[in-house]
């Protein structure tokens, strides 16, 4: 078949659609599968396979916009079901052979470094994009990344029992009305990996639904790193070394993070509990104390506090043209909180910003010496308590940050983070600065 009979034959109905994309995927991967693995090919054979891919990725792009509906129609069984972003890409490779990589084809991208890999995820990306994009589709994805997480409902009565629990990178505890999360990967300054994400959507969770909690409280605990030992730190961002390895995934991290746990900083847990006319999410006010540094992903989470207190000597950064991708929401939320001019400084030229300077005001409320640190924030809990606090805050996120627009724009990122993920300069970057990751950079 021509490329136009292909065009043609993936925009026909939705089973001659199929078996066209079944059927193309399947040269496709015949064509890889008789070169070399990627680190072994030739200029020139990375040019053919490049050929190949792209010619499929034309035809999966005009399958969905489409048939994206349909498709997701199918996979959820009439939107009665709520399948998450990873859930919802290994039903659709089952469903529609070829549109997105299958688990075995996942498994053996992520045993390779990140510059060895044939770059699967960038269709899950073409994938996510188009359904985030639907007006249908999208918002039922939303609500389906806004429910409870499985591993938090199984923790919430030994929560709500004991008021704590350890988690691999996330302590969390509650005192009196307030939860306080600890990020404690004491050896790596908090870098973010999928284990991390996990957690903090647990713990996330199990805030918003235990009924005695009225406030969230996230800082960083004390690092045994040796350059910061003994002091608390934020987070370092993402871990650059995990994704030099090839351990970052697009739906488990990048796309979950945001659209998880983040999301849920801002809109809150999404339940079946309550009378159908009443907001069905569980929302909380969320305090961030930065002692030290709030790097990368660390200073995304900044966007989405009610709150944030920070050390007299400590900064913040968004260090995204350096390492290469897309710092998460930052670019939509960090120009409405700080201008579009400062936005660009601090995301496009890596400049740091130092609570001790007035833009720092800009993203953080209140700056305090070291030793008034700990009082400071019994304060601010304090005062973010009660029922018209909740109902303010969910009045001001609605007006600053629509559910459409950021559905919007989180449809074009996940196409443009999962292109990012396997450019060459990223792939250049994390490996020189992957020994950097936890050391503060």
């Avoid at 009565?157 to 990967?185: N, Q, Y």
């Avoid at 790596?188 to 918003?208: G, I, P």
């Avoid at 207190?309 to 120009?335: C, F, H, M, Q």
């Avoid at 201008?339 to 130092?354: C, K």
């Amino acid at each position: 078949m021509t490329h136009a009979d292909d065009l043609r034959a993936v925009r026909a109905d939705l089973d001659q659609a199929r078996t066209a994309i079944a059927r193309a995927a399947r040269d496709t991967d015949e064509t890889l599968r008789a070169l070399p693995v990627p680190e072994h090919r030739s200029p020139e054979q990375r040019a053919a396979a490049q050929a190949a891919i792209d010619a499929t990725r034309t035809l999966r792009a005009a399958f969905l916009e489409t048939h994206v509906e349909a498709v997701y129609d199918e996979l959820t069984t009439g939107r009665t079901r709520h399948l998450r972003v990873t859930e919802l890409a290994r039903a659709a490779a089952t469903a529609f052979p070829g549109l997105v990589p299958t688990d075995e084809q996942l498994a053996d991208e992520r045993a390779r470094p990140q510059a060895h890999k044939e770059g699967r995820e960038i269709d899950q990306g073409i994938f996510l994009q188009h359904v985030l994009r639907s007006p249908g589709a999208g918002p039922h994805l939303f609500d389906a990344m806004l429910r409870p997480t499985p591993r938090a409902l199984e923790l919430l009565p030994e929560f709500s029992r004991t008021g704590k629990v350890e988690l691999t990178s996330v302590r969390l505890e509650r005192t009196g009305a307030v939860a306080r999360l600890t990020l404690c990967r004491e050896d790596s300054l908090n870098a973010e990996d999928n284990q991390q994400v996990d957690d903090m959507e647990t713990a996330v969770d199990l805030a918003l639904l235990d009924p005695a909690v009225e406030v969230g409280l996230v800082r960083g605990g004390e690092m045994t790193h040796p350059r910061y030992r003994g002091r608390r730190v934020f987070s370092a961002g993402i871990n650059l070394k995990t994704l030099h390895s090839g351990g970052i995934s697009l739906t488990d991290f990048l796309l979950r993070r945001e659209l998880g746990y983040i999301h849920k900083l801002v809109r809150g847990v999404l339940t079946d509990d309550g009378p159908a006319w009443r907001s069905r999410t569980v929302e909380k006010p969320w305090i961030g104390v930065v002692d030290t540094f709030a790097i990368g992903g660390g200073c995304q989470l900044l966007l989405a506090f009610d709150h944030v207190i920070a050390a007299a000597d400590a900064y913040v950064s968004l260090p995204a043209a350096k390492e290469g991708i897309i710092p998460g929401a930052s670019n939509y939320r960090l120009t409405r909180a700080v201008g579009p001019r400062r936005a660009r400084q601090i995301i496009l030229e890596g400049r740091r910003l130092f609570a001790s300077e007035p833009d720092a005001g800009l993203l953080i409320d209140e700056v305090h010496d070291h030793g008034d640190l700990d009082a400071a924030v019994e304060r601010a809990a304090e005062r973010f308590q009660g029922s018209a606090v909740l109902a303010n805050r969910r009045m001001l996120n609605l007006a600053e940050e629509s559910p459409e627009a950021f559905r919007e724009y989180m449809a074009e990122f996940a196409l443009q983070q999962s292109l990012r993920l396997y450019s060459s300069d990223v792939i250049d970057k994390v490996g020189r600065f992957a020994t950097a990751a936890t050391t503060g950079r």
